[in-house]
């Protein structure tokens, strides 16, 4: 019901693309047409998403989560930064690369979706052996959508 009209509103104003939500039928096409304000008109967003992100996001089913601290989420939501694998708190024991994986804060919030590098066997492995130079992102910052 709604809910998808809202999701289909959201991916098309993140595509620059005005929605109108409303009865389905010539005159309130009209009204549209002509100008007049009818339903629920949603604006495009300012913020331009590029295909691929919006296929990750609103396309991918997320086989997997992650959870991360809050200066990775600080990180990943104001610095457009990658995902190292430091800032997990916790992750599902089975990931593999090229999973599509749900990233939620510490209070178990939704901020991100992304296709992961990692399994989590490597990722077991890094924090085992407390690997600090490792710097390959877990989740590569472009392809990974900010939710």
């Known amino acids: ?5 809202i999701l289909a509103s ?3 104003g993140y595509s620059g693309i005005d929605t109108h939500i ?7 096409l009209d009204s ?3 100008g007049k304000k009818i339903g629920t008109h949603i604006l495009p967003s300012s913020k331009r998403i590029p295909s691929r992100k919006l296929w990750i996001g609103f396309g991918m089913v997320s086989t997997g989560a992650f959870t991360v601290d809050s200066g990775a989420e600080e990180a990943l939501t104001k610095k457009n930064a990658s995902l190292l694998y430091k800032g997990l708190s916790k992750y599902g024991k089975e990931i593999n690369k090229g999973d599509c994986i749900t990233v939620f804060n510490i209070k178990e919030v939704p901020i991100a979706k992304g ?4 399994s989590s066997d490597e990722i077991s492995k890094a924090f085992k052996a407390d690997n ?3 710097s390959k992102p877990v989740i590569h910052k472009d392809n990974l959508i900010i939710l």
């Open 10 to 12: 959201q991916i098309a």
């Open 22 to 28: 409303t009865d389905w039928n010539s005159s309130s």
């Open 1 to 5: 019901g709604f809910t998808t009209k």
């Open 32 to 34: 549209i047409l002509s």
């Open 115 to 118: 296709i992961t590098s990692w």
């Open 132 to 134: 600090s130079a490792n």
